[in-house]
């Protein structure tokens, strides 16, 4: 599990409904946040499984990771792997992926690229 940056975003992002299963079914369900991308949404109730990409937590202002979408779809190019034809690797369904290596030269293994201001 990873470390929210507080008890409210921590509530929210691992939320569990017992009526509804899938998090993007329930109307109380705010917050979706994606392990592999390392990246934060508000839901978009519209009966589909969109979200919002937000920068900052609604409750605590505490400015988030970077989505890390680009890198994980460079790593998988890099591995010749097509994510929509090909059988995606199990460690490439959640963080995993970021602790074998950076796909960005300058950052560190696991880590996230420093804020931009």
Known sequence: MIDHCCAEMTRQADRRCGTHPDVFACPDALVRYEPKFR???????????AYREI???????????????????????????DPWEDRVPPEFEDERWLREGPTDPAAPAGQDPPPSR
């Open 39 to 49: 990246e934060y949404g508000l839901i978009v109730h519209d009966g589909g499984s």
């Open 55 to 81: 920068a900052f937590c609604p409750w605590c202002g505490t400015r988030l990771p970077q989505s890390r979408r680009d890198g994980w779809f460079d790593a998988l190019e890099a591995r010749g792997i």
